[in-house]
C-alpha cells in the first residue's frame, strides 16, 4: 500500500457523523418538520459512526502495518500576515489509534441509545447531539494545527453543555451543564493563553513547525520574568488539559454531569472529551519534555486526582457517580504518566480505559432500565441472576478497572506505576505512593459497587423512595415503571454493546502493549528525553512479552493491593454488613468531609462565586455607576451647567462693563508680562 493516505477518505471520517447529525438534529426535529422518523434517524447517525468506524480502522492497519502517513492542509481559511489559519489533518499512530477508539465507543452508545432512549421525546434530537459530538471529537483529533485544535477544544465543551442538560426541564441537569462550561472556560482561558504565547513567539499554528522550533523557544525567557518561556506555554495548555480532563481542582464539573443520561456518561467520559487534555499533552510532547518544571507540576497534579478522586468513590451511593469518580482518577493515572514522560503510557491507558469505562457506563445504566429506575446501590442486592449478562459484563469490565493480570487495565495500570517508579522529577514520590494506594482505594469501592448491586441479599422492595419520583434521580425514557417489580434483563439493543466492549476489555491490553509501547507505532508522534527522563527507556528494558508481564504482576504490590481492596469490599459489604455504619459513626468528620466533596464546591459558590459577584457589583454601583455615569458623563454635564451659570452673570448686555473688562483684562495681562521679564 502507498506510505500516504488519501484525504479525500480521511475527510469522510469527521463528515459522516457530522452528516447523520444534521439529517437527525434538521429533518428529524420539530426545528425542519419533522419530515424523518425515528428510525431512519438513528439509522443515519448510527450508518455515519460505522462509516467513520470502518474508515478508521483501515487508517489504523495502513499506519500500523504500512507505514503510512498524512500531514497536510484541507482548507486554507486566510493568511493574516505570515500566520495561516487551515484546516489540516495530521494522521499518524497516535492520530489512528484516537480515531478507532473514538468511533467504536461511539458506535457502541448509538446501537445502546436506541434501547436506553427508546421512548424519550427528544430520541431524535439525541442522536443528533452525540453524533455531532463525535464529528467535534474527531476534528480535535485529527488536526495538524493549533486553530483546528482549538475549534474541536470548543466543540465537544459546547455539545457536551448540551448533552449534560438533555433534560432540560430538570433542575439539576441545568445547573450541571452550566457548572460544566463555566469550569471549562476556566480551563480554556489558559490553553488560549498558552496558544497565543506559541503564537506570539513561534509565528505559526502549526504543529510541524512549531516543533521545528522548539528549541529556540526553549532559549527565551518570559518577558519581565525569570521564568522560561517554554515552562509558561507548556503550564497554559496543560490548564486547558486540567479544565477538559477534570484534573483537580478543575474536576468539580464531571460528578454532576451524571445528570445527563447515561450514553453520554459513557461517550463523554469513557473515550472522548475527558481523554481530549491528555491526547493533547501526549501530542505537545516535544513541548513538554524541554521543562522539568512543567512536568513535575503535571505530574503532582495528577497523584492528587488519582487519589484523592478515589477517596470520594469510597461514599457514593448513586451508580453512576461511582463510575464518574472512578473516571476521575483514572484520568489521573494517565496524567501521572505525562508528568514521567510516559506518555506512550498514558495514551495506552487511555485506549484501555475507554473500553472498560464505557462498558461500566453501559452496565450501569443496563442496571438503571432493569431496577425500574433505581440507582441507589443501597437498595439492589442479588441483580446477578435476573440480569446476568448485565451482571458477568460488569464483573469483566470490575476486573478491568482493578488491573487483574491478563486484563486490559492491568498492562496500562502497571505500566504507569513502573513509569513513575522510574522517574526522578521533583514530585515522582509523591505520584508513586499517589497511584500504588489508588490500586487499593480502586479495587475497594467498583467491587463495594459490584457486591452491593449483584451479590447478597436482595434489597430492592425495600426502598423507600420507590413510592416517590426524586427530582435528583435521573428521568425513566421508558415511562413504564411498576411498584415491587423485579428487577430484569435489558433489550438486546443495550447488551449487544455491553458484550462488543467486554471483549476488548479483556484482551486489549494483551494484544496492544508491544505495538502501543514498545514499537514504531508512536515513535514519530511522540517525543521523549531518554536521558533525562528514562521511564520509558527502563520499561522496555524490563518487559519479556505480555504473557510474562502478567505472570510477574501476580507476585508485585499492586495486585496484593487490589486483592486486599476487593477482599476488604467483601468483608465489610457481604460477610459483615453492618460494620460501615459502625465505621461511618467512629470516623464522622471524615466521612462529612467527603461527603462534601472536601467542600471545594461550597468553596466555589459561596467564596469565588459570591466574591466575583461582589466584585462585579462593586464595578457596576462604584465603577460604572459612580466613576463613569456619575462623575465622567453626568459630572461633567453638572460641571458645564456651574461653570455656565457663574459666566452667565457676567453677561449684562451693557457695552460699557464689556469694555471695562476687556481694560481689567489688558492691566492684568500687563502686569504679568512685566512680572515675568524682571
Known sequence: MSQTLNASTLLAVPLAPLAGALAAGILGTSFGGNWIGRRLSHTLCILGVFVAFVISAMTLKSVALDGARFNATIYEWMVIGGLKMEVGFLVDGLTAMMMCVV?????????????????DEGYNRFFAFISLFTFSMLMLVMSNNFLQLFFGWEAVGLVSYLLIGFWYNKPTAIFANLKAFLVNRVGDFGFILGIGLI???????????????????????????????????????????????AQFPLHVWLPDSMEGPTPISALIHAATMVTAGIFMVARMSPLFELSDTALSFVMVIGAITALFMGFLGIIQNDIKRVVAYS?????????????????????????????????????????????????????MGGVRKYMPITWITALLGSLALIGTPLFAGFYSKDSIIEAVHFSRLPGAGIAHFAVLAGVFVTAFYSFRMYFLVFHGKERFHENPDAHSHDASEEPDPHHHREEHQDPHESPWVVTAPLLLLAFPS??????????????????????????????????????????????????????????????????L???????????????????????NKYYMDWF????????????????WKGGDEAVIDGAMVNGSARGIARVAGVVRWFQTGYIYHYAFAMIVGVFVLMTWFVWLNK
Open 506 to 571: 479483556v484482551v486489549i491490553g494483551f494484544l496492544t502493549i508491544e505495538p502501543m509501547l514498545f514499537s514504531d507505532l508512536l515513535k514519530d508522534a511522540i517525543v521523549v528525553d531518554n536521558d533525562k527522563h528514562p521511564a520509558m527507556a527502563n520499561l522496555a528494558r524490563l518487559f519479556h512479552g505480555p504473557a510474562q508481564m502478567a505472570l510477574h504482576g501476580l507476585m508485585t504490590a499492586p495486585f496484593w493491593l487490589a486483592v486486599a481492596g476487593v477482599a476488604s469490599a467483601w468483608y
Open 327 to 379: 473516571t476521575l482518577s483514572q484520568l489521573g493515572y494517565m496524567t501521572v504518566a505525562l508528568g514521567a514522560s510516559a506518555y506512550s503510557v498514558a495514551v495506552f491507558h487511555l485506549m484501555t480505559h475507554a473500553f472498560f469505562k464505557a462498558l461500566l457506563f453501559l452496565a450501569a445504566g443496563s442496571v438503571i432500565i432493569g431496577m425500574h429506575h433505581n440507582q441507589d446501590i443501597r437498595w
Open 199 to 245: 503564537v506570539a513567539f513561534a509565528g505559526t499554528l502549526s504543529y510541524a513547525e512549531t516543533f521545528a522550533k522548539a528549541g529556540e523557544l526553549a532559549k527565551l525567557g518570559f518577558p519581565g520574568t525569570g521564568w522560561q518561556l517554554i515552562t509558561v506555554i507548556c503550564i497554559c495548555l496543560f490548564i486547558g488539559a486540567m479544565g477538559k480532563s
Open 573 to 595: 459489604y457481604l460477610y459483615k454488613p453492618a460494620l460501615p455504619a459502625a465505621i461511618k459513626a467512629r470516623v464522622q468528620p471524615l466521612y462529612t468531609l467527603l461527603e
Open 604 to 619: 466555589n459558590e459561596n467564596v469565588l462565586a459570591r466574591g466575583a459577584r461582589l466584585l462585579g457589583v462593586g464595578l
Open 103 to 119: 468511533t467504536f465507543v461511539s458506535l457502541m452508545v448509538h446501537i445502546y441509545t436506541i434501547g436506553y432512549m427508546e421512548e
